[in-house]
């Protein structure tokens, strides 16, 4: 749980983790406001899904660079939401990780509805798209509604 309580992204965070068995690791304050102690806490405890908004992201991607870090990450999932995620500023992440391991996925609608509405799975691909704004387009499972900006 990197998010604040009071963010309605932790509410995802806390109940991902717990209603499928899985172990939550709460950030320390301290940690969150360190790139870099934030990326060997990742490493260190092993997370295999991180929820971030891009702009907490784009501050990871910078210090595993600074850190000179191997790509040494548990991860197998990265959920984006939060704010709209610019597609160009995870090129040095999918230069370094490639884009099937881990999986980054932008998520749409948790603000807006208090549940996710739709997802996409994102790969290097998606970089070259002609797309403004996030790509969003398939619909959640949680429920039916699709939206899509590139249009």
Same mark, same amino acid.
């Given at each position: *749980?990197?998010?604040?309580?009071?963010?309605? !992204?932790?509410?995802?965070?806390? $109940? &991902?983790? =717990?209603?499928?068995?899985? +172990?939550?690791?709460?950030?320390?304050?301290?940690?969150?406001? %360190?790139? @870099?102690?934030?990326?060997?806490?990742? +490493?260190?405890? +092993?997370?295999?899904?991180?929820? @971030?908004?891009?702009?907490? !992201? +784009? @501050?990871?991607?910078?210090?595993?660079?600074?850190?000179?870090?191997?790509?040494?990450?548990? =991860?197998?999932?990265?959920?984006?939401? &939060?704010?709209?995620?610019?597609? @160009?500023?995870?090129?040095? $992440?999918?230069?370094?990780?490639?884009?099937?391991?881990?999986? =980054?996925?932008? *998520?749409?609608?948790?603000?807006?509805?208090?549940?996710?509405?739709?997802?996409?799975? =994102?790969?290097?691909?998606?970089?070259?798209?002609?797309?403004?704004? %996030?790509?969003?387009? !398939?619909?959640?499972?949680?429920?039916?509604?699709? !939206? %899509?900006?590139? %249009?």
């Amino acid at each position: *749980m990197f998010h604040s309580a009071a963010f309605d !992204f932790s509410v995802w965070e806390i $109940w &991902g983790a =717990l209603l499928y068995g899985g +172990r939550l690791v709460v950030v320390p304050y301290a940690t969150s406001r %360190s790139p @870099q102690d934030f990326y060997r806490l990742l +490493r260190d405890r +092993r997370v295999t899904v991180l929820n @971030q908004t891009p702009a907490a !992201f +784009r @501050q990871l991607i910078r210090a595993e660079e600074a850190l000179g870090a191997a790509p040494d990450l548990a =991860l197998r999932y990265v959920v984006f939401g &939060g704010e709209a995620l610019e597609l @160009q500023g995870l090129r040095p $992440w999918f230069e370094r990780h490639g884009d099937r391991s881990p999986q =980054l996925i932008n *998520m749409y609608g948790i603000t807006e509805t208090t549940v996710h509405v739709t997802y996409r799975p =994102l790969t290097l691909a998606d970089l070259a798209l002609p797309v403004k704004g %996030s790509p969003i387009a !398939f619909p959640s499972p949680i429920c039916g509604f699709t !939206f %899509s900006t590139s %249009s």
